[in-house]
T-cell receptor, first 111, second 114 residues
Framework: TQLLEQSPQFLSIQEGENLTVYCNSS?????LQWYRQEPGEGPVLLVT?????EVKKLKRLTFQFGDARKDSSLHITAAQPGDTGLYLC???????????FGTGTSLTVIP | EAGVAQSPRYKIIEKRQSVAFWCNPI?????LYWYQQILGQGPKLLIQ????????DSQLPKDRFSAERLKGVDSTLKIQPAKLEDSAVYLC????????????FGEGSRLTVL
């Protein structure tokens, strides 16, 4: 069983559309991160959220940490082909000593 | 600042053969991780080092996988003997202990077991 479940697993959209990716768990996290991974590369950190209810914006990307710190979402506005990649959430449990990665969401933005 | 270096980038072996992967983390980063990533899935932690000590190796299949970080800098991950299900990308990451807890990943080593 995975500690963090992401949905959807795959997403293919047209350029200009909006989308939301979800990261859910039954565990409470002291912090949660979102990474993007392009083919043939390692994941690269996009954002870290640490406070329940926190919202962070990074250009067209909006990240939200759930009030109970058990879930998070990533919203992309007006997607572009450059947004294509594997999006990974990673949570640091309250009682843990490492980050656990989610199952991943593979996004394809079609020009 | 140089990133995390890994080699080889690609390796093809037959089952029951052995393979070794090398990682050089970012200079000064005390924490080093090895992850296994099956195509299209999230990385799964194999082992975590703090300097040259093992912090967590609970998910490392110890009957066939081994890892070391003898001088607290470079690390090697070895698989012997390899199985078909070991085909994956092996990612090395390092962490510098900043408040953000950001992991810096290498490009990975893609293993294909035939």
């Amino acid at each position: 069983t995975q500690l963090l479940e992401q949905s959807p697993q795959f997403l293919s959209i047209q350029e200009g559309e909006n989308l939301t990716v979800y990261c859910n768990s039954s565990s409470v996290f002291s912090s949660l991160q979102w990474y993007r991974q392009e083919p043939g590369e390692g994941p690269v950190l996009l954002v870290t959220v640490v406070t329940g209810g926190e919202v962070k914006k990074l250009k067209r990307l909006t990240f939200q940490f759930g009030d109970a710190r058990k879930d998070s979402s990533l919203h992309i506005t007006a997607a572009q082909p450059g947004d294509t990649g594997l999006y990974l959430c990673a949570g640091f449990p309250n009682t843990g000593n490492q980050f656990y990665f989610g199952t991943g969401t593979s996004l394809t933005v079609i020009p | 600042e140089a990133g995390v270096a890994q080699s080889p980038r690609y390796k093809i072996i037959e089952k029951r053969q052995s393979v070794a992967f090398w990682c050089n983390p970012i200079s000064g980063h005390a924490t080093l991780y090895w992850y296994q990533q099956i195509l299209g899935q999230g990385p799964k932690l194999l082992i975590q080092f703090q300097n040259n000590g093992v912090v967590d190796d609970s998910q490392l299949p110890k009957d066939r996988f081994s890892a070391e970080r003898l001088k607290g800098v470079d690390s090697t991950l070895k698989i012997q003997p390899a199985k078909l299900e070991d085909s994956a990308v092996y990612l090395c990451a390092s962490e510098g202990g900043s408040n953000t807890g950001e992991l810096f990943f290498g490009e990975g080593s893609r293993l294909t077991v035939l």
